[in-house]
């Protein structure tokens, strides 16, 4: 990052201390700016981590492109654990599904909490980040240029007037873009899926050995839900049950959870003898994505959940995050030379055809993990896709291009569409052309093609 790009003394106000608010007062501490990041909880470094509240996440290329360009890529590789596809647990069986065209391609399993925690530290190493712990924002003022915080600290409120800039990454329900959404014209849609989610653990062996392998994102696929299982850096893994809200309701007592894993995951509960206590204590969590235009106000944008909050299929959502405070950086300080307001704007026409393009994604592929990879027309259709790479590096699948690559999602849709058009034109002219092929043997080669006729046996038998 450019130091001549830099813009000195103007104020910076995020609302948020998630991964996508504290790598922003990184990037933000970096171009010269003064950052005061609000939060209304507590220092999570000094918080017990309380189990069954966050879905594991998968960093991959886009959120490593955001970290690389301050300096912190390597607290990806320090903190994940890497994952080169997925294994498929179906009954008995276990197949390795390679995620990318290329071995090497591959996830990071990380855990929200650490990357967090760290870059918070990241930003803490700059004299001009400031966090505010147990601050919630209770106004808003656009016109005005005034934020307005609750300090449970002193029990007392704080008003921060003329920030420069001002940004919002305080979660799917965000309070400051239900600020900016009663005070103008803003489209806002909020939809939850009729599935909920429940976090649960699977512990080490008795050695304190990984009970699975850890090269992979672990999924037993049930067609209308799953079970999925990432590897954590404590030897456990973090599993994952996605079903429909009725099919949680439907389990009362502890001898339901249990016949019910009997059934569909035999193979999981033996690894995991406690599932009946761990079922009631943690949580049933719902599934929520939100959509809004535009993402910004005046010197106001926002960011991550707060902006697109997504369901979490694609391990896009931390991802898709931390690339807007790339895409953010580069379009304030790059393209505009820190002209923040012409910036928003921009941001907004860049970013919103990007969002909604993953959050559409992710919701198609919740389908094609709960029950697509179990089918033979889906591994088909994977070999196709490896098979044309081989010959033209430019043949990448959809997932290739969504996790290792930065090519804009709503590019990927277009890209992807256009591949599955010459794949359908070759299923129409591929027919035609055996045929021509076949019709010119018998020109050239007619006793070849009379020996074969005459040794027919209407029987089936050559």
Not at 33 to 39: I, K
Request: proline fraction near 5%.
């Amino acid at each position: 990052m450019e130091a001549s790009a830099s813009v000195p003394m103007k104020r910076a106000v995020v609302v948020g201390s998630g991964p996508a608010g504290s790598l922003a007062a990184v990037y933000l501490s970096l171009r010269g700016m003064l950052v005061d990041v609000y939060d209304l909880r507590s220092d999570p470094r000094k918080e017990e981590v309380v189990a069954g509240k966050s879905i594991n996440l998968a960093l991959s290329a886009r959120g490593l492109a955001a970290l690389r360009k301050v300096g912190l890529e390597y607290l990806g590789h320090e903190l994940g654990i890497p994952m080169h596809g997925r294994i498929v647990h179906e009954g008995e069986s276990v197949e390795f599904q390679q995620y990318g065209v290329r071995k090497e391609s591959h996830l990071l399993s990380i855990s929200r909490q650490q990357l967090n925690e760290r870059l918070i530290t990241a930003g803490e190493k700059s004299s001009a980040v400031t966090y505010h712990w147990r601050h919630k924002c209770t106004n808003l003022d656009v016109p005005k240029n005034t934020i307005t915080f609750f300090d449970a600290n002193t029990n007392k409120e704080v008003t921060v007037t003329n920030a420069d800039l001002i940004i919002g990454a305080d979660g799917a329900f965000s309070a400051v873009r239900g600020k900016v959404q009663r005070a103008t014209r803003f489209d806002f849609s909020q939809n939850y899926l009729d599935h909920a989610y429940k976090e649960l653990t699977l512990p080490p062996a008795q050695d304190g050995s990984f009970q699975l392998s850890s090269d992979g994102l672990h999924i037993w696929p049930r067609h209308d839900f799953m079970l999925i299982g990432l590897p954590n850096l404590d030897r456990t893994f973090t599993v994952t049950l996605f079903m429909p809200w009725k099919m949680f309701k439907a389990l009362k007592t502890k001898e339901d959870v249990e016949g019910f894993f009997t059934k569909h995951f035999p193979d999981a509960l033996r690894l995991m003898p406690n599932i009946g206590d761990q079922f009631f204590a943690n949580p049933t969590a719902p599934l929520v994505w939100v959509k809004c235009r535009p993402l910004h106000k005046s010197n106001v944008v926002i960011i991550g959940d707060a902006a697109h909050a997504v369901v979490p299929f694609y391990g896009q959502g931390m991802n898709c995050a931390l690339e807007d405070v790339r895409i953010l950086d580069e379009i304030i300080f790059d393209q505009f030379g820190g002209d923040i307001k012409k910036a928003l704007k921009e941001f907004t026409i860049r970013r919103k055809p990007d969002v909604d393009a993953i959050s559409d994604l992710s919701q198609r592929n919740y389908v094609e993990m709960r029950d697509s990879v179990t089918h033979a027309d889906y591994k088909f259709r994977k070999k196709i896709d490896s098979w044309f790479n081989s010959y033209n590096s430019n043949w990448l699948p959809q997932y290739d291009l969504v996790s290792f690559t930065t090519v804009p999602y709503s590019q990927v849709i277009e890209r992807v569409a256009y591949q599955d058009r010459f794949i359908e034109r070759l299923r129409y002219l591929l027919p035609g052309t055996v045929i021509g092929a076949l019709a010119l043997s018998y020109v050239f080669f007619p006793t070849a093609w009379k020996n074969l006729f005459s040794s027919f046996n209407p029987r089936g038998r050559l």
